[in-house]
């Protein structure tokens, strides 16, 4: 099963940038869809963006037009840029691998520990 370990959460102003990173421990090229999820504290965890292999990619509409998921394939790496960073922006954010069948074979999902973006106003 694949390990995903995410970096680069903080505390930051409103108006502010933040850069995530999730580095995954094997090839995600074969990974058709990865995505980040958010969770504020007693709300449920809801989806921020998702890119898929193909290249393309579904965003929140909460986000739309201030976040931007990428990936690095040479650094088997998904990102996930945020700008014009506001307070509800607040919440711990999970990298996430769903569930796939490879031929007959479902490969269990997979997510990351979180790492915690704080925006303050």
């Known amino acids: 099963q694949v390990q995903l370990v995410e970096s680069g959460g903080g505390l930051v102003q409103a108006g502010g940038s933040l850069s995530l990173s999730c580095a995954a421990s094997t090839s995600i090229l074969s990974f058709t869809k990865m995505g980040w999820y958010r969770q504020a504290p007693g709300k449920q965890r809801e989806l921020v963006a998702t890119?898929?292999?193909?290249?393309?990619?579904n965003y929140a509409d909460s986000v739309k037009g201030r976040f931007t998921i990428s990936r690095d394939y040479a650094k088997n790496t998904l990102y996930l840029q945020m700008n014009s960073l506001k307070p509800e922006d607040t919440a711990v954010y999970y990298c996430h691998v769903p569930a796939e069948y490879r031929g007959t074979y479902l490969t269990p999902p997979a997510w990351g520990q979180g790492t915690q973006v704080t925006v303050s106003s």
């Open positions: 890119s898929t292999n193909s290249g393309s990619t």
